[in-house]
């Protein structure tokens, strides 16, 4: 589902305090392990294995308390899903094609529609997989006039998406420089893929999203990238991230273990890449965010995964990658919705040719 959340980019820019060492970052990311272009792996753009769920939304002046009934506005009905969000960002952005879904609807009218959006931005659809047996996913969200919401969700043909379908569906992944999942369909699935993609050479970001009480399955630290906002990173971590240096702190215990990269998005504050050095040490690079006009923060987290995946999979270096999500991600907040808020390439492009470059450590 698409629920509102810190956005990856944000309208305003702050800068950090340094922190001990610097990424090295002036060369393209390989999977899992060394340096170099996507594109001389003969594999290209990215594969996510995700949810796709249609949102009901409406809006209200206040969230009913239990047992109470408001009037609402009208109801709107948009597609999304953190797996069909990101798809689609991908899509927009991704140069020559090369979006490719992974995930399950129902056979009705929600799960054509999202399955028609997808393919208008641009999106491979094959491996998206009709369940006779279930309904298409749904997020019910209620709306306050202060921007508030509450939110269910009946994860329908999403929960029934399994390591089996996976499988199945092999050749998807195994022709992607990238591979990109998040947390709304089963742990189980999820760990396929990434161990699918590991032993297929195909670069492997987790967007830890939604984190669950238990907190993430071992096997799942194991990815090249994990992408955690600053909620996640503190519920994963148990450190509070307020600032840049809170991020890198948090990100180490991650690197303990067994991740080799961490982006920590911090909101307006951009991002902070950590990793570790030629002798073993962490070391952390603060990427500032962009100044925008900030509308609505739900697409902003999505916008980014799909943004720095797109980077990755065409050869960006670490740094340039994140910048390029952190553009994408504060563009998203800029428009209303999800899936219609993500940003095409050539407003990407503009955001980073008009905002100039700022090294910001910590």
């Known amino acids: 589902m698409a629920s509102k959340a810190s956005p990856s980019a944000g309208s305003h820019v702050r800068r950090g305090k340094k922190a001990p060492g610097r990424v090295k970052s002036a060369e393209p990311v390989k999977a899992g ?20 769920n249609m949102d009901l939304v409406v809006r209200t002046e206040m969230i009913p308390a239990p047992g109470q009934t408001v009037l609402g506005q009208d109801l709107m009905e948009n597609s999304g899903g953190k797996g069909a969000n990101q798809a689609a960002a991908v899509g927009r952005l991704v140069r020559g094609g090369g979006a490719r879904m992974i995930g399950k609807i129902g056979d009705d009218a929600y799960g054509r529609r999202i399955l028609g959006d997808l393919q208008a931005a641009g ?82 970001v987790l967007d830890p999203a939604p984190v669950s009480a238990e907190g993430l399955p071992e096997s799942l630290y194991h990815v090249d990238i994990l992408t955690p906002n600053q909620t996640e990173a503190e519920m994963l971590s148990g450190i509070a991230v307020r600032t840049p240096d809170d991020a890198r702190r948090a990100a180490e215990r991650f690197l303990a273990r067994g991740t080799r990269m961490v982006i920590v998005k911090l909101a307006a504050q951009g991002a902070v890449i950590v990793q570790r050095d030629g002798g073993g040490r962490p070391v952390a690079e603060h990427v500032p965010g962009f100044r925008v006009p900030v ?45 219609a808020a993500m940003p095409a390439r050539a407003e990407v492009m503009n955001l980073l040719r008009i905002t100039p470059a700022v090294a910001v450590h910590g």
Do not use: W, Y
């Open 123 to 204: 999106v491979e659809c094959s491996a998206v997989l009709t369940d006779r047996h279930a309904a298409t996913g749904a997020a019910m969200i209620v709306v306050d006039r202060h921007g508030e919401n509450a939110i269910v969700v009946a994860a329908g043909a999403n929960r029934e998406l399994s390591a089996t379908d996976i499988l199945a569906q092999r050749k998807s992944i195994e022709a992607s420089a990238v591979l990109l999942v998040q947390l709304e369909v089963p742990g189980d699935t999820v760990a396929c893929a990434v161990a699918l993609a590991k032993r297929c050479g195909v670069m492997t």
């Open 295 to 339: 509308t609505d923060t739900t697409a902003a987290g999505d916008a980014f995964a799909g943004a720095l995946c797109v980077g990755l999979a065409e050869g960006m270096n670490l740094k340039e990658a994140v910048r390029f999500a952190n553009a994408a991600g504060a563009l998203a907040c800029t428009k209303q919705g999800a899936m």
């Open 33 to 52: 392990g060394g340096r170099e272009s996507q594109g001389a792996s003969g594999k290209s753009g990215v594969a996510i294995v995700g949810s796709l």
